[in-house]
Nanobody, 120 residues
Framework: QVQLVESGGGLVQAGGSLRLSCAASGRTFTTYAMGWFRQAPGKEREFVAGITWSRGTTNYADSVKGRFAIFRDNVKNTVYLQMNSLKPEDTAVYYC?????????????WGQGTQVIVSS
């Protein structure tokens, strides 16, 4: 089991920045990758960014490329999402998730979510 706790959400004006944090505990050594997802009101949850624990390989949704950055601190078992140049359409609940296996592209563990609101 892996436990995930997000923090750092809030209200920000368009063009501003926020940094989300996701603290992982439990069997983190079994985790292959971490990801950030988001779900806006009335929409399905979507992938935002991902990073592998060991190599730090990253990937991003096209909608956030060049504005968001995902990075990790292996000592603190924490993953971050730096969000810059925020837009109102970035408003959503952001979730951190853990993917245990490189062989299965599924995220099995999820945090409780943190709300991000971007005002225009």
């Amino acid at each position: 089991q892996v436990q995930l706790v997000e923090s750092g959400g809030g209200l920000v004006q368009a063009g501003g920045s926020l940094r989300l944090s996701c603290a992982a505990s439990g069997r983190t050594f079994t985790t292959y990758a971490m990801g950030w997802f988001r779900q806006a009101p009335g929409k399905e949850r979507e992938f935002v960014a991902g990073i592998t624990w060991s190599r730090g390989t990253t990937n991003y949704a096209d909608s956030v490329k060049g504005r968001f950055a995902i990075f990790r601190d292996n000592v603190k078992n924490t993953v971050y999402l730096q969000m810059n140049s925020l837009k109102p359409e970035d408003t959503a609940v952001y979730y951190c998730a853990a993917r245990p296996s490189a062989l299965r592209a599924t995220y099995d563990y999820w945090g409780q979510g943190t709300q991000v609101i971007v005002s225009s």
